[in-house]
């Protein structure tokens, strides 16, 4: 089995049993050795996979409950045996990944009471590894992490490095804090500095980092840890009547807790407000500035606890709610190298696609060039990918233990691969030397082409004469041209620069799906530019989207959703000032502009059904007055769809003059076909409000 084949998609909520019992046996072991290493900091296979094994070893516990074996991460704290005894155990928590879990957590939890949980706490679920401070007359003696769970190994040395954890309290009292050690992403890319600083290998993510820190016995330097509580054994009574008063003793001694932290906690009432808080907590995140794998739960009031009680393993009175793993591993396939619009050069890393944080990931970002040569990230190699929230998704690090022995390492480009001119490496970014200058050629051709602003006579010689003399670097300086200033141009005589700046004039009215395509905003093209244009209705919603409102758009999903948004915050200071030369910033039909009253069934458009879902339509052929690139915007004028290919599920197929095949396919499936110059009609007549003409063409055609 290849790291990848299980990488792409687990899923815990729907997890399948094992047939035999030896798969069982064999997955538990794998189980615990998996465990043992990611309390080391070696993860062996990720947080995500590791969930979906203990979820199927879980449902075959319940259908075959005489199979269970007595190191079942189902029984057992999973971790490693060290030397010191804790006072009492440290659990594990039982983890749920969707809504129906957590609500039947808690009516497991109302049935054992025989009442309703009386209150809930809700605090972030920290990704890093758990350990108890035992204070003695206010002053730290001994650190441990959690081990097995019974027993743990000391580490009070490291744990001077750890922010949130006093070496002395506030006050003078004997007490164990349990919280968890973890690296918040400032320090993650601190730290990685440091040990690159001092010739090591980077930490490949900030868990594996904490956890490596946590057990560095004797390292020439120190790397950043940070602390945050969320429980504590001998807490006094009149402070430990209830989970969120605990903390607040806790924060009260000088020690940093769950509820201080930016996630913060919240006390519910009800499960519905449980939901809600999760819901929103997992949408902040990405921005929490550290790793949250998760909320957890818990029964507030120690009385709830003690009723409920514990398994072995966990307590009773308290649930993990997983979020979508943010770090998982994939292959690494390729490297590409970007060249953007300012001339930065990124290394951009090709991915086998992956399931990270609830979205496909194919690609990331590897930051930069010195980065990558640290971080000796190859092709071929098993690599950390990580996606905290809206963040684009990054590699952190590769598993070394996996590389195979052909992967080479990285040669970064020796010219820039866009204008083959010199790279400047002064900063850790590398740039063309051209900066702007280079591509600004290919950007201004796009932007004046056919399919996009259609500005004829602005061809490759006008373009290399207008960026020599300096008189324009974006699409926007085209519209400070005048006739005097073009007429100085070589072989640019006042007729040839009065037509080109009267096309240039002419081009302000394309409407705005024509200004998204010749912007060239990455990873959209033509037809996916006229579908934005249509569901946004202006250039001032297309910038105020957010990456859930762009999903929202057909064929775009939150990788795509990310890269655009990101392009339009480069592209604003061009679009601001094309809208100030009076450039159309709106696509006229769109339905946001005019929101269709099904109700009163006065805006369905022509090439939509009653409810507004658009008819498919293929354009084929020419039709009179219109080039290919027009004839589809016409469909969607009219409120329809197009496409390029008939099928069986073609609603209607426009054929004008030469069409081929695909007229030929249309009569074979018996469609509707539309002849060229009809089409022309319907569209004028539907420009021109003639609705009556517009019904009866269409209803001659479609039945
Ligand atoms: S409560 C008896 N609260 O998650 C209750 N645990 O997957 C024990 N963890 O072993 C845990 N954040 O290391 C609790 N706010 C939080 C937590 C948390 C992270 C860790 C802890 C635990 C593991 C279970």
């Not at 204070?135 to 959690?146: E, F, K, N, S």
């Not at 009547?241 to 009260?252: R, V």
């Not at 090709?350 to 930069?368: C, D, K, R, W």
């Amino acid at each position: 089995m290849s790291a990848t084949a299980t990488a792409s998609i687990v899923d815990p909520t729907h997890a399948q049993p094992f047939y035999t019992h030896d798969e069982y046996l064999a997955a538990v072991e794998r189980a615990l050795r998996a465990a043992t290493a990611y309390y080391a900091g070696d993860v062996t296979i990720d947080d995500a996979t590791y969930d979906a094994l203990v979820a199927r070893i879980a449902v075959t516990e319940d259908h075959h409950p005489a199979w269970q074996s007595t190191t079942s991460p189902t029984r057992v704290v999973a971790g490693p045996t060290g030397d010191v005894p804790h006072s009492e155990p440290m659990l594990s928590l039982d983890n749920v990944f969707a809504e129906d879990g957590l609500r039947g957590w808690a009516s497991r939890l109302h049935k054992a009471l025989g009442q309703r949980v009386a209150q809930y706490t809700i605090e972030p679920k920290i990704d890093g590894l758990a350990v108890a401070a035992h204070y003695r007359d206010g002053r730290l003696t001994l650190v441990a992490t959690r081990g097995d769970g019974r027993t743990g190994e000391d580490v009070t040395a490291q744990a001077r490095l750890v922010a949130g954890l006093p070496q002395q309290l506030a006050a003078p009292v004997s007490i164990e804090v349990r919280g968890e050690v973890f690296m918040t992403n400032a320090d993650f890319t601190a730290a990685n500095e440091i040990r690159i600083a001092n010739g090591e290998p980077v930490f490949a993510h900030p868990r594996s980092a904490a956890a490596g820190t946590m057990r560095a016995i004797n390292r020439g330097y120190d790397v950043p840890l940070s602390f945050l509580a969320y429980a504590a054994v001998g807490v006094p009574e009149q402070h430990a009547q209830s989970h969120s008063e605990s903390i607040e003793y806790l924060a009260g001694l000088g020690v940093a807790t769950t509820a201080q932290s930016s996630a913060g906690m919240v006390v519910g009432t009800s499960i519905d407000e449980v939901v809600d808080n999760v819901v929103a907590l997992g949408a902040r995140r990405g921005q929490l500035g550290f790793a949250v794998d998760g909320v957890v739960v818990k029964a507030n009031y120690a009385a709830d606890q003690q009723a409920a009680g514990s398994s072995s393993r966990a307590p009773r009175w308290s649930i993990a709610y997983k979020f979508p793993a943010d770090t998982r591993t994939t292959t690494l396939l390729r490297i590409d190298v970007q060249v953007g619009r300012t001339g930065l050069i990124t290394p951009v890393a090709v991915l086998e696609p992956v399931q990270v944080g609830g979205v496909i990931v194919a690609s990331a970002t590897l930051h930069n060039f010195a980065d990558l040569l640290l971080r000796d990230v190859r092709v071929g190699d098993t690599v950390f990918v990580r996606r905290a929230g809206e963040v684009i998704p990054e590699i952190t690090g590769a598993k070394l233990d996996e590389r195979p022995e052909t992967a080479q390492p990285f040669e970064p480009p020796a010219v820039c691969p866009r204008c083959q001119g010199e790279i400047d490496r002064t900063q850790k970014r590398w740039r063309c030397l051209r900066g702007r200058a280079c591509g600004a050629a290919e950007a201004l051709l796009y932007y004046a082409s056919r399919d996009a602003m259609d500005i004829e006579g602005l061809g490759d010689k006008v373009v290399d004469s207008l960026l020599a003399a300096g008189l324009v670097t974006d699409p926007a300086d085209l519209y400070g041209l005048d006739v005097a200033t073009l007429s100085r141009l070589d072989r640019m005589g006042t007729l040839s620069a009065t037509n080109l700046v009267a096309n240039i004039e002419a081009s302000k009215l394309k409407p705005l799906s024509r200004v998204l395509t010749g912007l060239g905003v990455r990873m959209t093209g033509r037809s996916l530019s006229r579908r934005i244009a249509r569901h946004f209705g202006t250039m001032a919603a297309v910038q105020a989207a957010t990456v859930a409102e762009w999903e929202l758009v057909d064929g775009i999903g939150a990788g795509r959703a990310q890269v655009i948004v990101a392009e339009l915050i480069e592209l604003a200071p061009v679009i601001d000032r094309l809208a100030a030369h009076g450039v159309t910033m709106v696509e006229p039909g769109s339905p946001a502009l005019e929101p269709a009253d099904a109700e009163q069934g006065g805006a369905v458009l022509p090439l939509q059904r009653r409810d507004g879902t658009p008819l498919t339509v293929v354009v084929t052929g020419s039709i009179p007055g219109l080039s290919r690139t027009e004839g589809n915007e016409a469909v969607e004028v009219l409120g329809g769809k197009s496409s390029g290919s008939v099928s069986g599920k073609t609603d209607l197929v426009v054929v004008g003059d030469g069409a081929g095949s695909k007229a030929d396919r249309a009569t074979n499936l018996r469609l509707p076909v539309l002849p060229g110059e009809r089409f022309a009609e319907l569209l004028a007549a539907h420009r021109s409000g003639k609705h009556k003409q517009v019904r009866q063409i269409l209803r001659a055609v479609l039945r």
